[in-house]
């Protein structure tokens, strides 16, 4: 994890709970404790990534990683002509479609976990936009305003009891009998 997290410089490892498949990873050293509403919410959403990659394949790493990634084919590209290393360009903070997509995901499970474990129908959404939006993923997807709305959608689903989206109705009873 500590290679990675130099590797992948746009994800932030050191402050972050992370799942690569098929385990998930505590950098740092801390005691965590299951029965803490805070990690079975974090848990949860690394679940989600655990199943869409297990569900996607390698089509889930490409999709995180992009389009940063793919600085890799251009470096070897560059053997063929020097061109190629315009490609270098990739490493800036370019958004990431496929990368926000799996975080909505995730966080869209942060959101349902933290409401069979608390019954809380109001949720943090600017704490959830800045990881969109800031450095924490590097600045995966800075249209705050569309990520709002659907961030906004997840809410309302939850207070209006829509069906529960399928790859978390296996969570719904265990956490909703969380103490």
Known sequence: MKVLSKLLFFVNFDRFITAIYPKVYFLKETYYDAS?????????????????????GQLFNLLYLSPQILVLLFLALAFVSPWYL????????????????????????TMYASHWVTGSVRFN??????????????????????????????EEDINNHAPVP?????????LKSHP
């Open 36 to 56: 803490d509403t805070r990690y079975l919410t974090i848990l949860t959403h690394e679940y989600v990534h655990l199943h869409d990659r297990k569900r996607l």
């Open 86 to 109: 315009f490609g270098l360009l990739l490493l800036a903070p370019i958004p990431s479609i496929g990368r926000a997509w799996l975080e909505l995901r995730g966080y869209r499970a």
């Open 125 to 154: 959404i600017d704490g959830i936009l800045k990881h969109f939006t800031g450095p924490s993923y590097y600045f995966m997807f800075p249209f705050e305003a569309f990520m709002r709305r659907k961030f906004r959608k997840v």
């Open 166 to 174: 399928k790859e978390l109705q296996p969570l719904e009873t265990i």
